[in-house]
């Protein structure tokens, strides 16, 4: 079992920047691969980013690379998202996740995640 905390979102200017962090609590935080996924209001879960377990793989949504940037440090069982150049339409609640999955690939269907967070709001003005 793994519990995801999110923390860091806000409102936040377009062209601004925002660092949202998620504490995982409970076994083997480095077991899991892991996953940011967003949901703006009236639309599906959709896919941020993903990082293997030992962050020696990471993988964006076309919409999101070269802005975003994901990480993580298992020492401290956390997860990051770096978010710059932001747009209005980057608005929506970003959730962490967490898969046991074995597979040596990248994860990008919100079905093949375990664990997830309460998530956190992150709103960018015009």
């Known amino acids: 079992q793994v519990q995801l905390v999110e923390s860091g979102g806000g409102l936040v200017q377009a062209g601004g920047s925002l660092r949202l962090s998620c504490a995982a609590s409970?076994?083997?935080?480095?077991?899991?691969?892991m996953g940011w996924f967003r949901q703006a209001p009236g639309k599906e879960r959709e896919f941020v980013a993903f990082?293997?377990?030992?962050?020696?793989?990471?993988y964006y949504a076309d919409s999101m690379e070269g802005r975003f940037t994901i990480s993580r440090d298992n020492a401290k069982n956390t997860l990051d998202l770096q978010m710059n150049s932001l747009k209005p339409e980057d608005t929506a609640v970003y959730y962490c996740?967490?898969?046991?999955?074995?597979?040596?690939?990248?994860?990008?269907?919100?079905?093949?995640?375990?664990?997830w967070g309460q998530g956190t709001q992150v709103t960018v003005s015009s």
């Open positions: 996740a967490a898969s046991r999955s074995p597979m040596g690939r990248v994860l990008r269907n919100a079905r093949e995640y375990d664990y």
């Open positions: 990082i293997m377990r030992n962050g020696e793989l990471t």
């Open positions: 409970g076994r083997a935080f480095s077991k899991h691969v």
